[in-house]
């Protein structure tokens, strides 16, 4: 597509409750990147894929956090056991070979 | 590890005024320097960049020059509009490719006419 697209864009969900959030980044980027905004807080990365492979997971903040990517293409963030620390913006960003990034506009968590 | 630093914010600013927002980094090698923007309601989008010493990022009357010497990335404009109100993100990236970006907490800037 023109652009990296994200959905949903918002999702309020209950304590407890596990959500999937997907990223469907620019046809031939072969590079994607999960990013957490937390209120008032800078970018926190997530996980990087090189293609369907995730050479470095290290800012998954937990175990209840994991991700996936297939056919090189769509990717999905999924929470399990969801807490209210988790509320906040999910953004995905998709470069070819890691060059020139381009955002998606996020996927607001709000857990109550 | 690689961080960056910028000035805290929130600025405000009167329309025409100048605007400079303070961005330093740490990092092993020689990364390249991104300032991203965040409009109300909107996705990051890439302001301007520089990828080595002394290159100088410019877009919309926005400029930064990387400035190895003292590890900074300051981005300024001379006359700032309304319209510049958002968020402000300083950015590195590492030399290699498919490096993560590593961003600065932001600085809001609200511009009033």
């Known amino acids: 597509g023109a652009g990296v697209s994200q959905s949903p864009s918002n999702k309020v969900t209950e304590k407890g409750k596990d959500v999937e959030l997907r990223c469907d980044p620019i046809?031939?980027?072969?590079?994607l990147y999960w990013y957490r905004q937390s209120l008032g807080q800078g970018l926190e990365f997530l996980i990087y894929?090189?293609?369907?492979?995730?050479?470095?997971k290290s800012g998954l903040p937990s175990d209840r956090f994991s991700a996936e990517r297939t056919g090189g293409s769509v990717s999905t963030l999924t929470i399990q056991r969801t807490q209210q620390e988790d509320s906040a913006v999910y953004l995905c960003a998709s470069s070819f070979l890691g060059y020139g990034y381009t955002f998606g506009s996020g996927t607001r968590l709000t857990v109550v | 590890g690689n961080s960056v630093t910028q000035m805290e914010g929130p600025v405000t600013l009167s329309e025409e005024a100048f605007l400079t927002i303070n961005c330093t980094y740490t990092a092993t090698g020689y990364p390249s320097l991104f300032w991203y923007v965040q409009y109300p309601g909107e996705g990051l989008q890439l302001l301007l960049k520089?990828?080595?010493?002394?290159d100088k990022g410019s877009n919309k009357g926005f400029e930064a020059t990387y400035r190895k010497e003292t590890t900074s990335f300051h981005l300024e404009k001379g006359s700032v509009q309304v319209s510049d109100s958002a968020v402000y993100f300083c950015a590195q990236r590492g030399e290699t490719s498919g490096s993560r970006l590593t961003f600065g907490e932001g600085t809001q800037l609200t511009v009033n006419p």
């Open positions: 894929f090189q293609g369907n492979s995730a050479p470095d």
């Open positions: 046809s031939g980027h072969t590079a």
């Open positions: 520089a990828t080595k010493a002394d």
